[in-house]
């Protein structure tokens, strides 16, 4: 029985120490897999750098799905109180946003953070899925929980989901 509660402490103590590394880390996320419960299934988010808008860094994240046309590119805008997430497509960008309120999808409201014309942006995006996905949860969420839940709603944005499908 001793042997079993010292082993059991000695795997909680490794996780504990895992886990504080990788908070000192700045929370850096190395590979994120998961299924997304669409036509895309399962994705795999990878942190590919850094990009700067106007005078801003934002750490930027790359989304890819085993079913996908092209990757999609998230960008974190940390902040102090919680963080913001641009996500971007070939066709289609919004903002995912914290407020008071909960964790949700937005327009991107900040002319600097937009690439694409809104035209072609609503020409993609689903006006009633956006509305559905204002807060997908009453509280702050970790990095790691808002890139997943952005990799699985996200593609619900679409009118048409075929639009990021790979076509095999």
Not at 38 to 66: D, H, P, S
Not at 91 to 108: D, L, N
Not at 141 to 168: H, M, R
Request: aromatic content about 8%; charged content about 25%; some cysteine.
């Amino acid at each position: 029985m001793k042997r079993k509660n010292l082993i059991s402490g000695a795997i909680f103590f490794v996780m504990i120490l895992v886990a504080s590394s990788v908070s000192a880390a700045g929370g850096s996320v190395d590979v994120l897999k998961g299924k997304s419960l669409t036509a895309l299934g399962e994705y795999q988010i990878t942190e590919v750098g850094t990009e700067n808008i106007e005078k801003e860094t934002f750490r930027k994240f790359q989304v890819e799905y085993e079913n996908g046309s092209a990757p999609v590119t998230i960008l974190l805008n940390e902040r102090k109180r919680c963080n913001d997430f641009i996500v971007r497509s070939n066709v289609m960008e919004v903002q995912y946003v914290c407020r008071k309120s909960g964790f949700g999808a937005t327009p991107i409201v900040n002319s600097n953070y937009r690439k694409l014309p809104e035209q072609t942006n609503r020409m993609f995006l689903s006006q009633d899925a956006l509305r559905n996905q204002k807060k997908l949860v009453n509280k702050q969420v970790s990095v790691e929980d808002a890139l997943g839940l952005i990799a699985c709603y996200y593609p619900l944005l679409f009118e048409n989901i075929q639009n990021i499908t790979a076509q095999k």
